[in-house]
């Protein structure tokens, strides 16, 4: 989905120059199609308009449009940058709050105080910083989970506060 995404929407001017059909038709396998066609038509019109068809390269910026917010400016910046920025979504959060024991915050990407936390454990090298975001990701998508966490089979367990604290004697 992601190749055929950028192979029709290369830049902002492709994007700015699309129908709403085209990007519908593309981005439906992600849900929430009406939202995120305004979105990304929205986001080929204001980079085309203030930025001369240039993807911009502060957070601030790419936050220009009222529904991108931290987490797509990051994962920009993160994956087309190689910038080592933290992800803060419930995943990444649910994940570390576990396993240092920390108690995040009901909305943990508004929090400043979440995101140098997560900030001053992502790697400084651009592609371990990728990876170690991922790798969080999956981990709490696939097997620290909200409601049943698969902790026996967690591969750092052992580092993990919330396994030491419940796990059966």
Request: glycine fraction near 4%; charged fraction near 25%.
């Amino acid at each position: 989905m992601y190749d055929e995404f950028f192979s029709k929407f290369s830049d902002p001017k492709a994007l700015n120059e699309s129908k709403e059909d085209d990007i519908r038709d593309v981005i439906r396998p992600l849900g929430f199609v009406n939202q995120r066609t305004r979105t990304f038509r929205e986001v080929g019109e204001v980079f085309c308009k203030d930025y001369r068809g240039e993807v911009p390269n502060s957070l601030d910026q790419l936050k220009r449009p009222w529904r991108v917010g931290d987490y797509s400016a990051r994962a920009c910046q993160l994956f087309a940058r190689g910038e080592p920025l933290a992800l803060v979504d419930a995943n990444f959060s649910r994940v570390i709050g576990r396993i240092f024991g920390y108690d995040m915050p009901r909305q943990p990407h508004k929090s400043e105080e979440v995101y140098a936390l997560l900030e001053s454990l992502v790697p400084s090298d651009p592609p371990l910083a990728r990876a170690f975001n991922l790798a969080i990701l999956d981990l709490g998508a696939l097997i620290c989970t909200p409601s049943s966490p698969a902790c026996s089979t967690c591969p750092i367990n052992a580092a993990c506060y919330y396994y030491d604290e419940n796990r059966s004697e």
